[in-house]
């Protein structure tokens, strides 16, 4: 990832850092209870969907897998259920077998014979499995910076969504392989890339770290955030702001609930039975589904290391645990 990536260090440096005020819980129920598990080795890159172990081991969606990449390859998505991995220069990892491209690879996903790309040029592709060969190409404007979060391409029908480097969501039709439509997301942010694409209910949810729009019958609901984290729960969409907000809404984008914890720098939203966050100073928020209580714990751990929350469950350093 070295190679074309630069990892945002405003994911964990904020607006504002230069102040030295820090988020200080007034009162905590004490140290989180919870069985910690082991990784093999600590995380050395990630995204929204997975992570990689400086050993090769991945992290998917599925959890903690024993399989082991090639050396000089990072996981980037897993998608039905293959494997899939980027060396950043010229070759892309489906599983074990190797695929050499013209131009590194920051995301990918597949559906039967169609392998959907996003290039580190920020140019779009299909490759047919079958056939062996590119069947459709597209490019957009040069991104220089991008935040690590970058999401895959999606397949909803016969559609391929592609999150492109500089704000934007291209709707391809997985027949016909031409564009039919541009959803910009933000065209103005530096670093614009998109973080999150998600379907909720037939409704596309897709964001930047300043920007999330909401599409769906026949409405376009775009919402400016200075976003440190977003996810998708059932019908629902939570954010956590740099200016340390928890934000509930329904998949229009409209705020249900919101809470506000002054300083707060939030590293990751996790979902179990309710909403979990992991502020940086060692705490681990968790609040009422009604988003009208809360209990704060003590949670220690290293910010300076990489942390990644999929689902319902928190990764950091080399160790993981499930929220309840």
């Known amino acids: 990832m070295k190679y074309f990536l630069i990892l945002l260090t405003s994911l964990f440096i904020f607006t504002g850092c230069s102040s030295k005020k820090y988020y200080e819980a007034e009162d905590?129920?004490?140290?989180?209870?919870?069985?910690?598990?082991?990784?093999?080795?600590?995380?050395?890159?990630?995204?929204?969907?997975?992570?990689?172990?400086?050993?090769?081991?991945?992290?998917?969606?599925?959890?903690?897998?024993?399989?082991?990449?090639?050396?000089?390859?990072?996981?980037?998505?897993?998608?039905?259920?293959?494997?899939?991995?980027?060396?950043?220069?010229?070759?892309?990892?489906?599983?074990?077998?190797?695929?050499?491209?013209?131009?590194?690879?920051?995301?990918a996903s597949i559906k039967d014979n169609i392998l959907a790309l996003v290039f580190m040029d920020n140019s779009i592709g299909i490759y047919d499995l079958k056939d062996k060969k590119?069947?459709?190409?597209?490019?957009?404007?040069?991104?220089?910076?991008?935040?690590?979060?970058?999401?895959?391409?999606?397949?909803?029908?016969?559609?391929?969504?592609?999150?492109?480097?500089?704000?934007?969501?291209?709707?391809?039709?997985?027949?016909?392989?031409?564009?039919?439509?541009?959803?910009?997301?933000?065209?103005?942010?530096?670093?614009?890339?998109?973080?999150?694409?998600?379907?909720?209910?037939?409704?596309?949810?897709?964001?930047t770290t300043s920007k999330v729009v909401s599409v769906g019958s026949g409405t376009v609901n775009l919402k400016s955030y200075n976003i440190r984290d977003i996810i998708a729960h059932d019908d629902l969409i939570y954010i956590a702001t740099i200016d340390g907000q928890i934000i509930k809404t329904d998949i229009s984008l409209n705020i249900l609930d919101r809470r506000k914890y002054k300083y707060a720098k939030f590293y990751a939203l996790a979902y179990g039975t309710s909403l979990y966050a992991l502020e940086s100073q060692g705490y681990l928020i968790n609040i009422s589904n009604d988003f009208k209580t809360d209990k704060i714990y003590d949670f220690s751990f290293n910010n300076e290391e990489k942390v990644i929350a999929i689902d319902d469950t928190i990764y950091y350093e080399d160790e993981y645990f499930i929220v309840k």
């Open 28 to 107: 905590t129920l004490g140290s989180y209870d919870t069985n910690t598990a082991s990784l093999n080795d600590k995380i050395i890159s990630f995204n929204k969907v997975g992570a990689t172990l400086d050993n090769g081991e991945i992290i998917t969606k599925s959890g903690v897998s024993n399989f082991k990449l090639k050396e000089g390859f990072e996981f980037i998505n897993l998608s039905d259920k293959i494997v899939i991995a980027t060396n950043y220069k010229d070759k892309i990892l489906l599983d074990k077998e190797e695929l050499t491209l013209s131009t590194g690879i920051v995301a």
């Open 134 to 207: 590119m069947v459709m190409k597209e490019y957009y404007s040069k991104s220089i910076a991008n935040d690590t979060r970058i999401a895959n391409p999606y397949f909803m029908s016969n559609l391929i969504l592609f999150p492109t480097l500089d704000g934007k969501v291209i709707v391809v039709s997985s027949e016909s392989k031409k564009v039919l439509k541009t959803i910009v997301v933000d065209a103005d942010g530096k670093f614009n890339n998109i973080i999150f694409l998600d379907v909720v209910n037939d409704t596309l949810i897709a964001s």
